[in-house]
């Protein structure tokens, strides 16, 4: 009997020093930039460009010689004008802004990763907004 007792103490020792010892790493979401101001003039170059190309995003696949388009800095604008993907006479509707956007319920394939982030995919539709220049 006094062994069954040890028995369980032993085990509810092993327990509680188990579950003392768990450790979580809580990861704190990536900043993001701050939305765009309404005023601004969106640069395709210094604003668009680099969403596609920072971190394991777009250009983790879209790149040259890979999936269309190819976001790469010296093909994205060529690449996503000439493929259609930017409707200037209804923006919300240009593919570039809903194919990975959070904002848009779509059926997409896009990982969640790959997204753009809520500011990020306000710059893309501010920017096809002001005309999809190339700047």
């Given amino acids: 009997m006094k062994t069954k007792w040890i028995y369980q103490v032993l085990l509810i ?6 579950f003392a010892s768990c450790e ?13 101001d309404p005023g601004e003039t969106i640069s395709f170059n210094d604003q668009i460009v680099p969403i596609f190309t920072s971190g394991d995003k777009c250009t983790l696949c879209h790149k040259t010689n890979s999936t269309d388009p190819d976001l790469t ?5 060529n690449s996503i004008t000439n493929m259609g993907l930017v409707n200037t006479d209804s923006p919300a509707d240009s593919e570039i802004y809903t194919y990975a956007s959070p904002a848009v319920n779509n059926s997409h394939s896009t990982p969640p990763k790959q997204k753009y982030t809520e500011n990020e995919a306000a710059f893309v539709l501010q920017w096809i907004e002001q005309g999809a220049e190339d700047n």
């Fill in 13 to 18: 020792l092993f327990c509680v020093t188990i």
């Fill in 73 to 77: 800095p010296d093909n994205a604008y």
């Fill in 24 to 36: 979580y790493d809580f990861v704190e979401p990536e900043p993001q930039s701050p939305p765009p």
